[in-house]
């Protein structure tokens, strides 16, 4: 029941009303069934019973006399009666869990507007100080306690929002904008999932979620703000020189860098991230390395193409990327 990606595991209080809604409908459909199973059970062993009788008793007994009839309407009833009543108590129970999954609010809500791309997500923080956006990929960072607002919005398909740990899913609709309110406030690590079927690379459109402390989530927030590292050493420098000299800068952007690319994830702070191509594998020079040379491997159709660079330049390339803490 633990997990980073778990119904079951709430981590805020959305995530908390809908587990409770699950283990109140689990234990209402165990109790059912077994309810079911044990009637079952003795209108088989009574057919038994009346079967080693013989044929004159069976008969006697399938002529129902007026008080087992009577027996039988009001069990009959009783669990017509029960039926109702669960499915009334379960349906006033989802009610109550959407308001207050919807009535998620606060004063101080962050903004975040995560676009949904095949087949990663673009992540973008907003700031009434336009020069405090922060832009990052397949990474949401939250602080603890704080309700912020995603604002999900699509770049090509349907895809949906599901963070099952803090919320219920939310779909993203091209050319329309739809909001969800959380609150996480377990600090930790968690994943989210697109929940839609959007194309081949669905099942690999997933995103790590990290909530850290509010102290915390500033210092993250400031870090991020912060242009890219200028490259360390000669390696690194003329990994640089291949990101520019390839189609790499077309595609990405690097803040600080000529690189403004908007088709593919911002790779500003591409070292402190945790995963690659979009929460698919641990970031590790190993990694990188084989995301960088065969991209349609890894995630077969995915919009990255395989760039055909020298073991010299990949080898500089990914010094540089590496370097982008
Ligand atoms: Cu995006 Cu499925």
């Known amino acids: 029941m633990n997990g980073v990606q778990s119904i079951l595991d709430p981590a805020g209080p959305g995530g908390a009303s809908i587990a409770l809604l699950w283990w109140v409908m689990f234990g209402t459909g165990t109790l059912v069934f077994v309810l079911v199973v044990l009637a079952l059970v003795m209108a088989i062993r009574r057919a038994g019973e009346s079967r080693r009788r013989g044929p004159d008793e069976t008969d006697k007994l399938t002529d129902v006399n007026e008080p087992d009839q009577r027996i039988a309407k009001r069990w009959v009833s009783a669990a017509l009666g029960g039926t109702v009543a669960i499915l009334l108590a379960t349906f006033t129970l989802s009610l109550l869990t959407s308001r207050a999954t919807a009535g998620i609010a606060g004063d101080d809500m962050l903004e975040i507007e995560v676009t949904g791309v095949q087949w990663w997500w673009d992540v973008r923080y907003l700031d009434s100080i336009p020069a405090r956006n922060v832009r990052i990929a397949n990474e949401l960072h939250l602080p603890a306690g704080r309700p912020v607002r995603l604002r999900l919005i699509s770049r090509d398909v349907i895809h949906s929002f599901w963070a099952p740990n803090l919320h219920g899913k939310m779909d993203i609709i091209p050319g329309r904008e739809n909001t969800l309110v959380l609150r996480a406030d377990q600090p930790g690590t968690y994943r989210a999932q697109c929940a839609e079927f959007c194309g081949l690379q669905h099942a690999k459109m997933a995103m790590v979620i990290v909530v850290h402390t509010a102290d915390e989530f500033d210092a993250w927030l400031d870090a991020e703000l912060q242009p890219a590292a200028e490259p360390a050493d000669e390696l690194a420098r003329s990994g640089a ?82 370097g982008l803490r």
Request: aromatic content about 4%; proline content about 6%; charged content about 15%.
């Open 241 to 322: 020189r291949v990101f520019m000299a390839n189609a790499c800068s077309t595609c990405h952007s690097i803040r600080g860098t000529e690189a403004y690319g908007r088709v593919g994830p911002d790779l500003t702070h591409l070292g402190r991230r945790l995963t690659l191509a979009a929460a698919e594998l641990p970031n590790t020079r190993a990694n990188l390395g084989a995301w960088i040379t065969a991209p349609q491997v890894i995630k077969p159709g995915s919009h990255m193409p395989s760039v055909s660079l020298s073991n010299g330049d990949l080898i500089a390339l990914v010094a540089y990327l590496e």
